[in-house]
T-cell receptor, first 113, second 114 residues
Framework: DQQVKQNSPSLSVQEGRISILNCDYT??????FLWYKKYPAEGPTFLIS?????DKNEDGRFTVFLNKSAKHLSLHIVPSQPGDSAVYFC????????????FGTGTRLKVLA | GAGVSQSPSNKVTEKGKDVELRCDPI?????LYWYRQRLGQGLEFLIY????????KSGLPSDRFSAERTGESVSTLTIQRTQQEDSAVYLC????????????FGPGTRLLVL
Protein backbone atom coordinates (compact mmCIF):
# COMPACT_ATOMS: atom_id res chain seq x y z
CA ASP A 1 0.00 0.00 0.00
CA GLN A 2 1.68 3.15 -1.25
CA GLN A 3 1.20 5.89 1.35
CA VAL A 4 2.98 8.50 -0.76
CA LYS A 5 2.13 8.60 -4.43
CA GLN A 6 3.65 10.40 -7.35
CA ASN A 7 1.33 9.53 -10.19
CA SER A 8 3.34 11.12 -12.98
CA PRO A 9 6.44 9.05 -13.72
CA SER A 10 7.81 11.70 -16.06
CA LEU A 11 7.40 15.34 -17.04
CA SER A 12 8.93 17.44 -19.81
CA VAL A 13 9.06 21.22 -19.59
CA GLN A 14 10.58 23.91 -21.77
CA GLU A 15 13.46 25.89 -20.28
CA GLY A 16 12.23 29.05 -18.59
CA ARG A 17 8.74 27.69 -17.98
CA ILE A 18 7.28 26.47 -14.71
CA SER A 19 7.64 22.83 -13.66
CA ILE A 20 4.96 21.48 -11.34
CA LEU A 21 5.53 18.13 -9.67
CA ASN A 22 2.71 16.59 -7.69
CA CYS A 23 2.52 14.27 -4.73
CA ASP A 24 -0.45 12.75 -2.90
CA TYR A 25 -0.47 11.00 0.45
CA THR A 26 -2.98 8.90 2.33
CA UNK A 27 -1.80 9.00 5.94
CA UNK A 28 -3.34 11.96 7.78
CA UNK A 29 -0.71 11.56 10.51
CA UNK A 30 2.03 12.80 8.18
CA UNK A 31 3.08 16.24 9.31
CA UNK A 32 6.40 16.84 7.62
CA PHE A 33 7.12 16.66 3.93
CA LEU A 34 10.26 16.87 1.87
CA TRP A 35 11.39 16.90 -1.72
CA TYR A 36 14.60 15.25 -2.79
CA LYS A 37 16.31 15.48 -6.17
CA LYS A 38 18.31 12.62 -7.61
CA TYR A 39 20.77 12.65 -10.50
CA PRO A 40 21.83 9.36 -12.13
CA ALA A 41 24.41 7.38 -10.15
CA GLU A 42 24.11 9.75 -7.20
CA GLY A 43 22.15 9.57 -3.96
CA PRO A 44 19.13 11.78 -3.43
CA THR A 45 19.87 15.32 -2.24
CA PHE A 46 17.58 17.35 -0.06
CA LEU A 47 15.79 20.16 -1.88
CA ILE A 48 13.07 21.71 0.25
CA SER A 49 10.71 20.79 3.07
CA UNK A 50 7.46 21.93 4.61
CA UNK A 51 5.82 21.39 7.97
CA UNK A 52 2.09 20.79 8.19
CA UNK A 53 1.63 24.08 10.05
CA UNK A 54 2.42 25.89 6.81
CA ASP A 55 0.85 25.78 3.40
CA LYS A 56 3.76 27.23 1.45
CA ASN A 57 7.53 27.31 1.67
CA GLU A 58 9.73 29.09 -0.79
CA ASP A 59 13.46 28.82 -1.46
CA GLY A 60 14.71 30.65 -4.51
CA ARG A 61 13.25 29.06 -7.62
CA PHE A 62 11.64 26.28 -5.61
CA THR A 63 8.29 26.53 -3.83
CA VAL A 64 6.42 23.73 -2.12
CA PHE A 65 2.68 24.01 -1.56
CA LEU A 66 0.77 21.85 0.91
CA ASN A 67 -2.99 21.28 0.80
CA LYS A 68 -3.77 19.27 3.93
CA SER A 69 -7.45 18.86 3.23
CA ALA A 70 -6.67 17.32 -0.14
CA LYS A 71 -3.59 15.47 1.20
CA HIS A 72 -1.67 16.91 -1.69
CA LEU A 73 1.60 18.72 -2.10
CA SER A 74 3.34 20.13 -5.11
CA LEU A 75 6.76 21.42 -6.00
CA HIS A 76 6.99 24.39 -8.33
CA ILE A 77 10.23 25.23 -10.08
CA VAL A 78 10.31 28.54 -11.87
CA PRO A 79 12.02 29.29 -14.11
CA SER A 80 13.02 25.74 -15.00
CA GLN A 81 16.61 25.19 -16.08
CA PRO A 82 18.23 22.26 -17.93
CA GLY A 83 20.24 21.48 -14.77
CA ASP A 84 16.96 20.78 -12.99
CA SER A 85 16.58 17.63 -15.09
CA ALA A 86 16.55 14.83 -12.50
CA VAL A 87 14.24 12.47 -10.65
CA TYR A 88 12.29 14.19 -7.88
CA PHE A 89 11.10 12.24 -4.86
CA CYS A 90 8.44 13.36 -2.46
CA UNK A 91 8.78 12.06 1.12
CA UNK A 92 6.68 12.29 4.27
CA UNK A 93 7.01 11.54 7.94
CA UNK A 94 4.86 11.64 11.06
CA UNK A 95 5.77 13.01 14.46
CA UNK A 96 6.00 9.56 15.95
CA UNK A 97 8.88 8.58 13.71
CA UNK A 98 10.52 11.57 12.23
CA UNK A 99 13.39 9.48 10.97
CA UNK A 100 11.28 7.10 8.91
CA UNK A 101 10.57 8.90 5.72
CA UNK A 102 8.08 7.31 3.35
CA PHE A 103 9.10 8.06 -0.21
CA GLY A 104 7.10 8.25 -3.39
CA THR A 105 8.21 6.49 -6.57
CA GLY A 106 9.63 9.64 -8.11
CA THR A 107 8.95 11.83 -11.13
CA ARG A 108 11.56 12.21 -13.83
CA LEU A 109 11.74 15.84 -14.92
CA LYS A 110 13.31 16.76 -18.20
CA VAL A 111 13.87 20.42 -18.92
CA LEU A 112 14.30 21.04 -22.62
CA ALA A 113 16.72 23.72 -23.76
CA GLY B 1 33.64 18.06 3.59
CA ALA B 2 33.21 14.40 2.76
CA GLY B 3 29.71 13.18 2.21
CA VAL B 4 28.23 9.74 2.76
CA SER B 5 30.15 7.07 0.89
CA GLN B 6 29.12 3.54 0.03
CA SER B 7 30.99 0.56 -1.31
CA PRO B 8 30.95 -1.24 -3.59
CA SER B 9 29.17 0.96 -6.09
CA ASN B 10 28.06 -2.12 -8.02
CA LYS B 11 27.83 -5.75 -7.00
CA VAL B 12 26.84 -8.74 -9.11
CA THR B 13 26.37 -11.98 -7.25
CA GLU B 14 24.88 -15.40 -7.76
CA LYS B 15 21.68 -16.47 -6.10
CA GLY B 16 22.40 -18.06 -2.73
CA LYS B 17 25.60 -16.15 -2.02
CA ASP B 18 26.03 -13.70 0.86
CA VAL B 19 26.84 -10.02 0.24
CA GLU B 20 28.05 -7.21 2.46
CA LEU B 21 27.36 -3.58 1.69
CA ARG B 22 29.26 -0.84 3.45
CA CYS B 23 28.30 2.69 4.41
CA ASP B 24 30.55 5.44 5.75
CA PRO B 25 28.38 8.25 7.11
CA ILE B 26 29.27 11.88 7.46
CA UNK B 27 31.62 12.29 10.42
CA UNK B 28 29.72 13.28 13.56
CA UNK B 29 26.35 12.12 12.31
CA UNK B 30 24.80 9.96 15.01
CA UNK B 31 21.89 8.65 12.97
CA LEU B 32 22.28 6.28 10.02
CA TYR B 33 19.63 4.79 7.76
CA TRP B 34 19.45 2.10 5.14
CA TYR B 35 16.94 2.23 2.30
CA ARG B 36 16.31 0.06 -0.72
CA GLN B 37 14.99 1.10 -4.10
CA ARG B 38 13.78 -1.64 -6.37
CA LEU B 39 13.15 -0.93 -10.03
CA GLY B 40 10.17 1.36 -10.54
CA GLN B 41 9.54 1.77 -6.84
CA GLY B 42 10.18 4.42 -4.22
CA LEU B 43 12.79 4.28 -1.52
CA GLU B 44 11.89 1.65 1.04
CA PHE B 45 13.05 2.10 4.66
CA LEU B 46 15.03 -0.86 5.97
CA ILE B 47 16.69 0.00 9.28
CA TYR B 48 17.79 2.94 11.36
CA UNK B 49 20.71 3.33 13.78
CA UNK B 50 21.06 5.82 16.60
CA UNK B 51 24.70 5.50 17.56
CA UNK B 52 25.48 1.79 17.37
CA UNK B 53 21.97 0.69 18.33
CA UNK B 54 19.16 -0.11 15.93
CA UNK B 55 15.90 0.93 17.62
CA UNK B 56 13.90 0.21 14.49
CA LYS B 57 14.52 -2.83 12.32
CA SER B 58 10.96 -3.00 11.13
CA GLY B 59 11.81 -2.47 7.50
CA LEU B 60 14.11 -5.43 7.10
CA PRO B 61 12.27 -7.68 4.62
CA SER B 62 13.38 -11.03 6.06
CA ASP B 63 15.77 -12.64 8.52
CA ARG B 64 18.29 -12.95 5.69
CA PHE B 65 18.91 -9.22 6.14
CA SER B 66 20.98 -7.88 9.02
CA ALA B 67 22.94 -4.74 9.73
CA GLU B 68 25.41 -3.52 12.26
CA ARG B 69 27.16 -0.30 13.08
CA THR B 70 30.40 0.09 14.95
CA GLY B 71 32.19 3.05 16.48
CA GLU B 72 29.13 5.18 15.76
CA SER B 73 30.52 5.29 12.26
CA VAL B 74 30.68 2.59 9.61
CA SER B 75 27.68 0.39 8.99
CA THR B 76 27.45 -2.91 7.15
CA LEU B 77 24.27 -4.32 5.63
CA THR B 78 24.51 -8.08 5.11
CA ILE B 79 22.20 -10.10 2.92
CA GLN B 80 22.52 -13.86 3.32
CA ARG B 81 21.52 -16.41 0.72
CA THR B 82 20.64 -13.70 -1.78
CA GLN B 83 17.56 -14.06 -3.94
CA GLN B 84 16.79 -12.42 -7.28
CA GLU B 85 14.18 -10.19 -5.64
CA ASP B 86 16.99 -8.66 -3.54
CA SER B 87 18.25 -6.92 -6.68
CA ALA B 88 17.95 -3.21 -6.01
CA VAL B 89 19.89 -0.06 -5.23
CA TYR B 90 20.74 0.03 -1.54
CA LEU B 91 21.04 3.57 -0.23
CA CYS B 92 22.55 4.71 3.03
CA UNK B 93 21.84 8.08 4.61
CA UNK B 94 22.99 9.85 7.73
CA UNK B 95 21.80 12.79 9.76
CA UNK B 96 23.19 14.75 12.65
CA UNK B 97 20.53 13.39 14.97
CA UNK B 98 17.52 11.15 14.54
CA UNK B 99 15.26 14.14 14.81
CA UNK B 100 17.18 16.08 12.19
CA UNK B 101 15.13 17.18 9.28
CA UNK B 102 17.63 16.40 6.59
CA UNK B 103 19.08 13.03 5.76
CA UNK B 104 22.15 13.04 3.54
CA PHE B 105 22.32 10.17 1.12
CA GLY B 106 25.22 8.25 -0.30
CA PRO B 107 25.40 7.28 -3.98
CA GLY B 108 24.07 3.79 -3.33
CA THR B 109 25.18 0.25 -4.10
CA ARG B 110 23.54 -1.34 -7.11
CA LEU B 111 23.07 -5.04 -6.35
CA LEU B 112 22.22 -7.53 -9.06
CA VAL B 113 21.47 -11.10 -8.07
CA LEU B 114 21.65 -13.50 -11.00
Amino acid sequence: DQQVKQNSPSLSVQEGRISILNCDYTNSMFDYFLWYKKYPAEGPTFLISISSIKDKNEDGRFTVFLNKSAKHLSLHIVPSQPGDSAVYFCAASSDSGTYKYIFGTGTRLKVLA
Amino acid sequence: GAGVSQSPSNKVTEKGKDVELRCDPISGHTALYWYRQRLGQGLEFLIYFQGNSAPDKSGLPSDRFSAERTGESVSTLTIQRTQQEDSAVYLCASSLMASSETQYFGPGTRLLVL
